[in-house]
């Protein structure tokens, strides 16, 4: 039998936006439940060293986020571990089914679920996945000490990835179609400045190939994207960093999206196309996505819900 819970705010997503938005809605007294969702703590816990949290000129991601969690938990929000697998907006409360069999009937709700790692989309990739083929250095970076690896992408994730390697990789090899990278000037400054990385530039992977018994990666061919040619790079893993897509399942169908599936919001604000419906960070951020910025757009997704919700009353 399922159990039904009413909340005047529901949190769905656990990333700088969620325990903001928690820390704030629990200051306003709306006794918020947050759902933490299948990765508890977002992108921030498959970092290494963030840089740019104002307060701390250096700290672990996974440490940061548990700091938040805390912070939200202390003001009085309710944390639950659960993932919600469909969510009814078209009449309030609103109505949120989670995975475990709970149903939360709530007044507003605030969405930060995020984003998720883009896949490059090749059939070799999808058959290595797990087995060499990684988008989290942090997670399985360990597992490849005194290989040779390749890191796929030319942003701020791609460089900061190829970095970290290095702290267990024999060389890293950094493939990008292009032959300029996107990342901060002085992220580049520190990879061009590492023995260990040798960029690759006008190429992109073509195929991923290894062994079958056991699974593993022995290597990718790469094209080039002027010339068309194939070459081989040995390598045991793979780790593509091309960037994230927002994570908008619950909602795709029924909000205003744009710029391939962030949620619209309406200017300066975390309103969204339905009342009582909030989105912050990640999930409708396509320009700047930083930590800093999602917590500040949670901030702003309690404060409204406070707001509307005094209205409604």
Known sequence: ???????????????????????YASRA?????????????????????????????????????????????????????????????SERPFKAQSDSG????????????????????????????????????????FFYRGQEIVVVGGGNT?????????????????IHRRDELRAEKILIDRLMKNEKIMPLWFHEIDEVYGTDMP??????KVKHTKTGEI????????????GHAPANELVKDVLETHMGGYVVTQPDSTAT?????????????????????SAGMGCMAALEAERFLAGQD
């Open 158 to 174: 791609a460089v900061e990835e190829a970095l970290f390697l290095t702290n267990f990789a024999s060389k890293v090899t950094l």
């Open 102 to 141: 709970t149903l939360y009937n709530c007044d507003a709700v605030i969405l930060a679920t995020g984003a998720r790692a883009k896949w490059l989309g090749i059939d070799s990739e999808e058959k290595f996945k797990g087995f060499g083929v990684s988008a989290c250095a942090t997670c399985d970076g």
């Open 273 to 293: 196309s339905i009342a009582g419906v909030f989105a912050a960070g990640d999930l409708t951020d396509h320009k700047y996505r930083q930590a800093v910025t």
């Open 231 to 242: 070459t081989d790079v040995p390598c045991k893993g793979v780790f593509v960093a091309i």
């Open 1 to 23: 039998m399922s159990n039904t819970r009413h909340t005047k705010v529901l949190i769905i997503g656990s990333g700088p936006a969620g325990y903001t938005a928690g820390v």
């Open 215 to 220: 699974l593993g990666v022995e290597g990718v």
């Open 29 to 89: 007294m709306l006794n918020p439940i947050l759902v933490q969702g299948i990765e508890p703590g977002g992108q921030l816990t498959t970092t290494t060293e963030v840089e740019n949290w104002p307060g701390d000129s250096e700290v672990q991601g996974p440490d940061l986020m548990i700091r938040m969690q805390d912070h939200a938990k202390a003001m009085g929000t309710e944390i639950i571990g659960d993932i919600i697998t469909n969510l009814d907006v």
